[in-house]
């Protein structure tokens, strides 16, 4: 069994964040489904790994971590493989920035404001929040173009390189692109869309596949 376990989601976007980082270090790790959306709640075990009930939590030779930033962090530096991390501080600072900036404004808003609203809630027979979609994609449009001007200089989030930052983004924008609000928005900007496409070619994109996106 491998050393590594994390606690988490297949649907979850930042479950996969964590699993992407581990796949692109080629560390072999064991994925345990905990249901933390569930009538019942939180599951009581999970509290004694994540005092605030969220997903992921990753296990390692004893140590224990959540918070996914902090994971994908550990991750890049605990294990062999590609650095996924840059040296430089200005640069380390940008990959910083865009995690920070992603988690501030664009999951939300992504993720529960257009994604769930535009997709999972028709597929589970409910029907859409309009408003809300609307002011979501208003909200999301100033992310959007913020990574735009940043990939007209270089190739990745961060610089000319895969970091933590692409791999935070993906997931994220994955969902977002399910919706055809999403999917206009990404191919308005022609340097993300680039930059989406390369990274859905990615092994460890493939391999992280979740259930809600089509085959």
Not at 28 to 40: K, P, S, W
Not at 128 to 142: K, P, Y
Not at 165 to 186: K, S, T
């Amino acid at each position: 069994m491998p050393a590594v376990t994390l606690f988490g989601l297949e649907r979850s976007v930042y479950t996969r964040i964590a699993r992407l980082a581990l796949h692109e270090k080629d560390q072999a790790y064991q994925l345990r489904e905990v249901e933390i959306f569930g009538d019942t709640g939180v599951p009581a075990d999970h509290l004694q790994r994540h005092p605030f009930g969220r997903i992921p939590v990753l296990e390692h030779d004893g140590f224990r971590l959540f918070e996914t930033a902090a994971i994908a962090r550990y991750v890049d530096e605990a294990f062999a493989g590609p650095q996924l991390q840059h040296t430089e501080p200005q640069a380390r600072a940008l990959m910083n920035q865009t995690i920070g900036l992603l988690d501030a404004y664009a999951y939300r808003p992504m993720v529960w404001g257009v994604f769930v609203q535009r997709v999972r809630r028709p597929l589970q027979g409910l029907a859409a929040d309009e408003a809300t979609i609307t002011r979501s994609l208003a909200s999301v449009a100033v992310v959007l173009d913020v990574l735009e001007r940043g990939l007209r200089s270089r190739s990745h989030l961060a610089g000319d390189a895969l970091t933590l930052a692409d791999l935070h983004a993906y997931p994220m924008l994955r969902y977002f692109a399910l919706a055809p609000e999403g999917a206009g928005a990404l191919a308005a900007r022609p340097e993300l869309a680039r930059w989406f496409d390369a990274m859905h070619q990615r092994g460890s994109v493939m391999a992280t596949r979740t259930s809600l996106e089509p085959a």
